[in-house]
């Protein structure tokens, strides 16, 4: 199978070297082209950088949304036909830092991020939201056996939350 993967900052990339480390054949779609470019030289001939978002996800059965909350919706609307269909996970929580670092939730208090992105996305697709308890140098770090002071006592752990979005 090939998994579509837009985004490779933090999150994508470290998804992307994992899966390209088992065998995955990757489509790399980045708005940071020289991103995706590195990457995919990184992890070999698995992984190849797709022209734009829509190419990404010729012939892939999953996409891999990593990208902020504060974007998705955009990317979505530029894909969504091509969704229809394909098992999308997003791995974005709904919050957002200011220029202090202060965290804030970019949603109303009790509004389910999984029932908005569903909510953007054709009936026919299939939503795993995805929602990491480590940033992704930690998690990077645990699953190659690296390990840092900070990381050294932490297992990552993921929760998923699968829906079927539209119903």
């Known amino acids: 199978m090939t998994t579509a993967i837009i985004g490779t900052g933090g999150i994508g990339s470290v998804i ?8 995955e054949t990757l489509r790399l779609s980045s708005a940071d082209v020289k991103s995706a470019r590195t ?4 992890i070999g001939r698995a992984a190849v950088v797709a022209v734009d978002n829509r190419d990404a996800l010729r012939d892939a059965g999953a996409v891999i ?13 530029e894909i969504a036909d091509p969704l229809t269909d394909k098992v999308v996970v ?6 957002s830092t200011d220029a202090q670092g202060k965290v804030s939730r970019l949603l109303p208090e009790g509004q389910s991020s999984g029932e908005v992105v569903a909510g953007w996305l054709p ?13 992704a140098d930690l998690l990077e770090s645990v699953a190659t056996g690296h390990r ?20």
């Open 123 to 135: 009936a026919e697709a299939r939503l795993a939201m995805a929602f990491g308890t480590l940033r």
């Open 90 to 95: 997003v791995p974005s929580n709904p919050l």
């Open 39 to 42: 990457l995919a030289a990184e």
């Open 65 to 77: 949304l990593a990208l902020r909350f504060t974007v998705l919706k955009g990317v979505i609307d």
């Open 148 to 167: 840092s002071r900070r990381s050294c006592s932490t297992r990552p752990t993921m929760t998923v939350l699968a829906r079927k979005s539209g119903g």
């Open 16 to 23: 992307a070297r994992q899966l390209g480390s088992g065998g």
